[in-house]
């Protein structure tokens, strides 16, 4: 029997993605199903597309009119079908004997954040990231535009019950750190040598306390007083960075 869970609801509609990166990032991507591409000749002759996938040719006003306001298209549009759903299960079986850490966010709404978190988790090689499905942003265009093409390198694991999703993350040997202001000890001093889940909470709100009790251990990253806190995404690519290179 399959541990984990699948997002409660269905996506809603088919995304579209803009710009060089995120597009030719799906193109690559045998799990991404692309079912339509707009875009200006020139840009258009720089890729490597199967037949299959139906081409509009499309100047930069009209692409301009299928992404939200001002989005830098930079010449491609394309539709696609979200990626297929990933058990919690079977990404903690596939990476059982991998050292390599695992993100966790709580309650992390942004898109521009998520997709953020995505390229530094991709970056610095994580296993894959896991969100809430009802408290995380779906697949959009703001998002893969932000995650640089990462959005289709890093699993990405939605569940239904982040405290049951960190009990079977450490059943599978991670050991679970939140990231708080609040806490006494630093990331550094509180890593040891375990496979690591860092667990991130949403800026301003941080985690909910229900995923603290969750989390082996909090830390903190020693940054200066004169600052409050940082963006989720930059406190991710450096406590990435700190599990990375630790001895």
């Not at 269905?10 to 875009?39: E, M, S």
């Not at 058990?87 to 954040?113: A, C, I, K, Y």
């Not at 059943?171 to 990231?179: K, S």
Request: hydrophobic share 45%; proline share 7%; with cysteine.
């Amino acid at each position: 029997m399959r541990r984990g869970h699948r997002p409660s609801q269905p996506a809603q509609g088919r995304p579209r993605f803009w710009g060089r990166h995120a597009v030719i990032a799906a193109l690559a991507n045998p799990d991404r199903t692309v079912k339509r591409l707009w875009g200006t000749r020139e840009a258009v002759s720089a890729l490597d597309l199967p037949p299959v996938i139906p081409v509009t040719y499309a100047d930069a006003a009209d692409l301009g009119r299928l992404v939200p306001h001002d989005a830098p298209h930079q010449g491609l549009v394309i539709e696609v079908d979200p990626l297929p759903d990933i058990w919690l299960g079977d990404l903690l079986e596939e990476v059982q004997d991998d050292r390599r850490p695992l993100v966790v966010l709580d309650q992390v709404t942004d898109p521009h954040n998520v997709g953020a978190v995505l390229r530094s988790a991709a970056a610095f090689d994580a296993v894959g990231i896991v969100t809430q499905d009802r408290h995380a942003p779906p697949e959009s265009g703001a998002l893969a535009r932000s995650a640089s093409g990462a959005l289709e390198l890093v699993p990405w694991v939605r569940v239904v019950n982040l405290a049951r999703a960190l009990d079977e993350i450490a059943e599978a040997g991670f050991w679970r750190i939140g990231l708080s202001g609040h806490a006494k000890g630093t990331l550094a001093q509180v890593m040891g040598d375990s496979r690591i889940a860092i667990v991130l909470g949403a800026e301003g709100e941080g985690m909910r306390q229900n995923t603290e009790a969750h989390c082996d251990e909090l830390a903190r990253l020693p940054i200066s007083p004169k600052v409050e806190s940082l963006n989720i995404s930059n406190a991710a690519a450096i406590a990435l960075y700190a599990i990375t290179v630790r001895g």
